[in-house]
């Protein structure tokens, strides 16, 4: 009797255990900002046929990069936290590999992890943190999500790590954002930035705003993890954009990457950059970059038009489009007042552009440039450093070529 009995309570408590198994496994962990696990759903009761992110947030449901909420829910207006973004990346690598958390307040967190295959991937550094602290469910910056987007990439392809270490050592590199001259973005994410825009991965807001600081939502984050898919299987030279970025940080110009002209058995802007140039009677200039727009077309193009360009002047909807538009930037010290038309007339080999950059992106993104082109401004004895546009013809046979005192100089032609 004893023995049946004892073998009656076994099997009682081996149903109780059963029982609780499958509650937990069906009840999600009380978490703030969890994912329900055991949800499979690819479509959502908030998210209707009319949303926006309809087509990109059931796609990446489909690939199980992204679950709902076990309302049945997706809350795509909510953003995205640290936990949630390690865990959709993390899903997309699907890494074996684990490096231990030294982060004190994810130790049973629900995404430890997917945090410990992101440290080992290495689109999570602990070198970002402070205090030994992840954060978990805090909201994920744009800045932040730069990083880890970039950093995947890296480990995805060498040659983005390559394109991120160019961009942060060079005093060259312009990321074509109004935070880049305005402030209001750490300098250590600017690379990563570069890397997300020339990728397309991510983009500035309509009044051209990168928004470091900003958030992402979750509606917005399926599409990013859709662009993450396709530039995974890409290499860097594959993104105009990135490769204009890359040739500016590695020789102050974009013109190879954007335009006709071929460097061909010359030097190029690199030869010439920071090296005085002596204009008669009025001073000396340096060259510190040249941009190039490609404005041959109806459309404008290149990853630093909307920070130099305005293609809604008059000017531009009346020209003959076989022009490239170019942005000096220069170091003048005059030896006389002068104005900017002064420069200009009668200088030689690109030293002296005679138009401001546009108002209006000037103001936008803090470019400096002279307030008009007829006053004096630049003042004998002074040292002033600014932007001045001009144009080169799209045309076979064309060339550009500049000189400084020291005989070095820069030449561009396109073939016959």
């Known amino acids: 009797m004893l023995h049946r009995k004892s073998s009656s309570n076994n099997i009682m408590i081996k149903a109780l255990a059963t029982s609780v198994m499958i509650a937990a496994v069906v009840i999600p962990v009380a978490s703030e900002n969890v994912e329900a696990a055991s949800v499979t759903k690819t479509t959502f009761k908030d998210v209707t046929k009319s949303h926006w992110a309809y087509e990109s947030i059931k796609q990446v449901a489909e690939k199980g990069l992204v679950t709902g909420y076990e309302d049945g829910t997706y809350k795509p207006s909510a953003q995205v936290t640290r936990a949630e973004f390690a865990t959709f990346l993390s899903r997309m690598f699907d890494s074996k590999d684990r490096t231990t958390a030294k982060f004190k307040d994810v130790g049973s967190h629900w995404a430890i992890d997917a945090i410990q295959e992101g440290l080992a991937v290495g689109f999570i550094q602990e070198s970002d943190f402070t205090n030994n602290k992840f954060e978990p469910n805090k909201p994920m910056t744009r800045g932040e999500m730069s990083r880890w987007l970039a950093n995947g990439l890296a480990h995805a392809n060498p040659e983005y790590a390559k394109a991120i270490e160019e961009m942060a050592n060079s005093s060259l590199t312009i990321i074509p954002i109004p935070e880049f001259y305005k402030g209001g973005v750490n300098k250590k994410d600017l690379p990563y930035i570069g890397v997300a825009l020339g990728t397309g991965l991510l983009s500035g807001y309509s009044d051209f705003t990168f928004k470091p600081n900003g958030n992402t939502t979750r509606a917005e984050v399926a599409t990013i993890l859709i662009r993450f898919m396709d530039a995974m299987k890409k290499a860097p030279?594959?993104?105009?954009?990135?490769?204009?970025?890359?040739?500016?940080?590695?020789?102050?110009?974009?013109?190879?990457?954007?335009?006709?002209?071929?460097?061909?058995?010359?030097?190029?802007?690199?030869?010439?950059?920071?090296?005085?140039?002596?204009?008669?009677?009025?001073?000396?200039?340096?060259?510190?970059?040249?941009?190039?727009?490609?404005?041959?077309?109806?459309?404008?193009?290149?990853?630093?038009?909307?920070?130099?360009?305005?293609?809604?002047?008059?000017?531009?909807?009346?020209?003959?489009?076989?022009?490239?538009?170019?942005?000096y930037e220069y170091t003048l010290v005059p030896s006389r007042d002068v104005s900017l038309h002064g420069i200009a007339d009668g200088s030689l080999e690109g030293y002296g552009l005679s138009s401001r950059v546009d108002k209006s992106k000037s103001e936008q993104f803090n470019i400096s440039t002279p307030k008009n082109v007829l006053d004096n401004d630049f003042k004998n004895g002074g040292k002033y450093r600014y932007w001045a546009e001009g144009s080169f013809l799209n045309r076979p046979g064309i060339s550009i070529t500049g000189r400084a005192d020291d005989n070095s100089f820069y030449y561009y032609e396109i073939p016959q």
């Open 237 to 327: 030279s594959d993104f105009t954009g990135l490769q204009e970025l890359l040739e500016v940080a590695n020789t102050g110009t974009n013109i190879l990457t954007i335009s006709n002209f071929k460097k061909t058995k010359y030097t190029g802007y690199e030869a010439i950059l920071g090296k005085p140039h002596t204009h008669l009677n009025k001073g000396v200039a340096t060259i510190e970059r040249a941009i190039v727009i490609d404005t041959t077309g109806s459309k404008a193009k290149g990853i630093y038009k909307d920070m130099f360009f305005n293609e809604n002047t008059p000017s531009y909807n009346g020209l003959n489009r076989n022009f490239y538009t170019v942005f």
